[in-house]
């Protein structure tokens, strides 16, 4: 058979992922794991001569180790996951950037090189520089007897409690006695979407604000809710660092017969690319550097669906 530049001569399966691209293709180490800890791949077994890179005495590398930035499947088939070397700890141990060896389970494993790593972009719900009246139905308001701080309009508020624990930063206004308006100054994105998590601000934490004259007797407090139009979803620019072209081969789902798959991909020159109802068999008609996990339609994100089909087998060829 006659091999030409156009035909694939390596394939792998791909595990989806928003900030991680296809690996690889060539295995470099492959396991067991001995030890499930925490964001950890732990194997005290023979390793191919171990995680760390090992240099003769002529500065000859007799055995090239993992580097971070490399790429970790978990390969078994009930836990297939994905992450990227952070450190390599020593000959047997790696931090990965996620816990994808969940204890008890011993899993095996298999390590790439990685192809980049999208570390400077997040996709996510984030709450926008706005302001939040107390009337408004996010939010209840039982503050009274405030008076407000000379010059000032606005006064830095630290939450107090609640359910939200994201990184945004809050000022207060107050206004006839109560705290009549909050602004959010800025937050940033979480991966997670907040809609019905709470911010508490008690009395306590207004008089510490400075957000009334000094010696006020202001009571009560406020809870603002957050809701979907308080928020905005964010899909970032691909990093293509170092990323490699692949073809993507979908076999469709598990089920017999297997079904069609909706796939979100980035290709190799960074646009994102929904497709729908991707027959088995199909190889995608684009180049790709990246499958994406993607997220189902909601408020948050304008209603636009781009979930790649979880129980899909794809493989990457290159």
Do not use: H
């Amino acid at each position: 058979m006659m091999i030409t530049a156009s035909d694939p001569t390596a394939g792998l399966k791909i595990i989806p992922s928003d900030t991680i691209n296809i690996p690889g293709p060539r295995s470099k180490y492959n396991g067991i794991s001995t030890n499930a800890a925490a964001n950890k791949l732990t194997d005290v077994s023979s390793l191919q001569g171990g995680f760390v890179q090992v240099l003769d005495a002529n500065g000859n590398v007799t055995n090239q180790g993992v580097q971070v930035g490399d790429v970790v499947y978990n390969s078994s088939t009930a836990r297939s996951a994905i992450a990227y070397v952070t450190a390599v700890d020593s000959a047997t141990s790696l931090t990965l950037s996620a816990d994808i060896f969940i204890a008890p389970n011993l899993d095996s494993y298999n390590i790439y090189s990685g192809n980049g790593v999208d570390l400077n972009s997040e996709e996510g719900w984030s709450m926008p520089a706005q302001r939040v009246f107390s009337g408004d139905s996010a939010a209840t308001n039982t503050t009274a007897g405030y008076n407000p701080l000379v010059g000032s309009s606005f006064n830095l508020i630290f939450q107090s409690g609640g359910t939200y624990t994201g990184p945004a930063t809050f000022t207060i206004q107050i206004s006839n006695g109560t705290a009549n308006n909050v602004s959010i100054q800025n937050d940033t994105t979480s991966a997670s979407n907040i809609v019905g998590q709470t911010i508490e601000f008690n009395q306590a934490s207004v008089r510490a604000s400075g957000g009334g004259a000094a010696g006020n007797t202001g009571t009560g407090g406020f809870t603002i809710t957050i809701e979907e139009s308080m928020l905005e979803f964010t899909t970032p620019s691909p990093d293509q660092r170092n990323a490699k072209a692949f073809q993507v081969y979908c076999g469709g789902t598990a089920a017999n017969p297997p079904l069609a798959c909706d796939i979100y991909a980035t290709t190799i020159d960074g646009d994102l690319v929904f497709f729908e109802d991707v027959q088995p068999g199909t190889v995608l008609p684009v180049v790709v550097s990246k499958v994406n996990i993607g997220s189902a339609a909601g408020a948050g994100n304008g209603n636009n669906n781009t979930l790649t089909t979880a129980t899909g087998r794809y493989v990457a060829l290159t």
